[in-house]
């Protein structure tokens, strides 16, 4: 395995109230390499990208673990030279086009302001910011003078990851990126996505409950569940062998593998435990088919393939 | 752009208008014949039948608004019934005096209040937020007058550190500021609280945002995500709210120039009242207004300016 570039170690966050948002979460991104976190809502996914630009929302403690960027620490880094690394190492993307910009400035002074971390004067960064806009298909001249509210919804996010790459970081990461936007808008990001990554090189986490995207843009998947990562492997792998029952279930809901008209959309019964108080065993076991009397202990991590792990008592190594 | 400002102007003219008509209505309403009241008990019925005429009282009340209307539109506001000076010269010569107060009051309470919001803010849940809480509710909560007449007692009186009444001496700027800093500070403390109130909470939904998250997660230091980021959206409402804080300082200004003797609109405006000196008191408050719309469509046309989305959505 080459050397990774952001190397998560049993991370474990948790929020107010002593909800266990990620709990020993482990997992490496190499570079170049597209990573997608998939995983149904409240499985800590977006919280897992927030802890690996290190940018928690207010409340969370990380209880345990570590982020290793470059084989830097972020969680032992002061907040100064975590601020450093931001934008020019590592880069993020969010959700919601619509709010990621200030509104009250232009593109352009934000693009420009966007590249503290960058050498150079702010005319050179804003030439700079220029370049990247057109790239993400923007006219440039007209991009940098709007205000946001000024945007599509499509041409915000294009502006957003424009503002992502414009320090050419060593990693993406993409909160999202296409769930507020249309069908067509979000194959166009997703096109455009994979044309950038190819050009500048730079390894993308996409975090995402939609399958369809991690089938289109990764190489690798991380399935979560309740704060958990239970499946690391290559897409194809994932798609035609899931190896984890939770997997299993979750592409079976996936709408676009319904081969039958059907009168109701297939779901997974049950909920998420509750993770103030995670069951000690499984934490999929009283959702899980196969369950049986040894899921109530804790499930080991089971490498059934070089690249593949599952974290499942069902699977055999 | 254009077109905002001209509804806008518009607007501010409706209102005057409406202002003048209701004003010139209540004046005629109150018991009493103004000029018998502006000449005393002796005076002669030929005297007064001049009065009358002179001050167009006995014209039908439609006739007198509009006669009031067309002269106040051409600056002319009538005249003063004792000294028989033209009111707008008064006006002119007394309100000066007392914008500078309120224009002081503004600036010392908007900048202490943005400051004492802020702290709030980037200490938010601490002790020194609650204190500042505590503080600015009691800013907000003493009437401005009390605070004036301890002010004088305090630092006229007993410490004999700054004068109690009066406007300063004519030409001499520092005997004026000196004048100048117990009636702002009186006028102004409550603005403080107000203030700061204000800018915690805008600053605090505004720092909720998404995109102060992607300003920091480009790695901008936490100042410029507070000031250039955060603080400019979050002064917005602050913004409508001064133009309105503007009238009612003035408005205050009354009682803050009675108790330290301070020659202004309110000293003006009290004693024309008293004195039931009708050209005076409709004057003083036909500018007053005049001048408060001025301020609020200032205000509102600078929003616009500042926060694009507001603009847009007028252009539309």
Not at chain 1, 43 to 68: D, F, P
Not at chain 1, 170 to 184: K, Q, R, S
Not at chain 2, 132 to 159: E, K, T
Not at chain 2, 223 to 238: E, N, Q
């Amino acid at each position: 395995m080459s050397e990774a570039v952001l190397n998560v170690e049993d991370l474990a966050l948790s929020y107010p109230g002593g909800v266990q948002a990620l709990r020993g979460v482990s997992l490496q991104v190499r570079p170049g390499e597209v990573l997608g976190i998939a995983g149904e809502s409240g499985c800590g996914k977006s919280t897992l990208a927030s802890a690996m630009i290190s940018l928690l929302s207010s409340g969370a403690e990380i209880t345990g673990g570590a982020v290793y960027l470059r084989g830097e620490n972020l969680m032992a880094l002061s907040e100064r030279d975590r601020r450093r690394l931001r934008g020019r190492e590592i880069a993020m993307v969010f959700q919601d086009p619509l709010t990621a910009f200030n509104p009250v400035l232009r593109i352009g002074e934000q693009l420009v302001d966007f590249q503290v971390n960058a050498e150079g004067s702010s005319r050179e960064k804003r030439r700079r910011a220029a370049a990247m806009l057109s790239k993400v298909g923007l006219e440039p001249d007209l991009a940098l003078s709007r205000f946001p509210h000024e945007l599509s919804g499509g041409m915000r996010q294009r502006a957003a990851i424009a503002a992502a790459l414009l320090m050419r970081p060593a990693v993406l990461i993409a909160d999202e990126p296409t769930t507020a936007l249309d069908v067509t808008m979000e194959a166009q990001i997703i096109h455009l996505l994979r044309e950038l990554q190819a050009e500048v090189g730079c390894a993308i986490v996409i975090v995402t409950h939609h399958l369809g995207v991690i089938a289109e843009l990764c190489d690798r998947v991380a399935v979560m569940y309740a704060g958990e990562v239970v499946e690391v492997a290559p897409v194809d792998d994932l798609y035609h062998d899931p190896l984890h029952p939770y997997t299993r279930a979750l592409l079976s809901c996936d709408p676009s593998a319904l081969v039958e008209h059907t009168g109701h959309l297939p779901t997974i019964g049950g909920r998420l435990p509750d993770l103030a108080d995670p069951p000690p065993g499984c934490a999929f076991a009283p959702r899980c088919p196969l369950a049986s009397e040894s899921c109530a202990t804790p499930p080991p991590r089971v490498r059934p393939a070089p690249a593949r792990e599952v974290l499942c008592h069902k699977v055999a190594p | 752009m254009l077109r905002y400002a001209a509804r806008r102007i518009c607007l501010a003219l409706v209102i005057l208008l409406t202002v003048m008509i209701a004003m010139y209505a209540m004046v005629f309403l109150i018991p009493g014949d103004p000029a018998s009241l502006a000449l005393g008990p002796r005076a002669t019925p030929e005297l007064k039948a001049l009065l009358v005429q002179r001050m167009g009282l006995d014209q039908p009340i439609l006739t007198q608004i509009w006669l009031f209307l067309r002269n106040a539109a051409m600056g002319d506001l009538g005249y003063d019934v004792w000294s028989q000076r033209p009111v707008l010269e008064l006006i002119l010569e007394f309100f000066p005096k007392t914008l500078v107060l309120g224009i002081t009051t503004l600036l010392w309470a908007l900048v202490l209040g943005i400051l004492l919001g802020a702290a709030a803010v980037v200490w938010r849940g601490t002790l020194t937020d609650r204190l500042l809480g505590l503080l600015s509710v009691s800013f907000i909560s003493i009437p401005s007058f009390v605070i004036a007449i301890y002010l004088i007692l305090v630092f006229a009186v007993w410490l004999r550190w700054l004068p109690a009444i009066g406007a300063g001496n004519p030409g001499d700027p520092l005997s004026q500021i000196r004048a100048l800093v117990l009636p702002a500070f009186a006028l102004g403390i409550g603005w403080v609280g107000y203030l700061a109130r204000l800018v915690r909470a805008s600053l605090l939904e505004v720092m909720g945002e998404t995109y102060i998250r992607t300003a920091r997660a480009f790695g901008l230091s936490e100042r410029r995500v507070v000031f250039r980021y955060a603080l400019r959206v979050a002064i917005i409402p602050t913004i409508a709210l001064l133009a309105v804080g503007l009238g009612s300082i003035l408005s205050s200004a009354v009682f803050v120039e009675a108790v330290f003797s301070r020659p202004g609109i309110g000293t003006l405006m009290t004693g024309a009242v008293s004195n039931r000196n009708y050209p005076v008191v409709m004057g003083c408050v036909l500018f007053m207004t005049a001048f408060y719309l001025f301020v609020v469509t200032a205000a509102d046309l600078l929003i616009a300016r500042l926060d694009p989305r507001v603009r847009d959505a007028f252009r539309r």
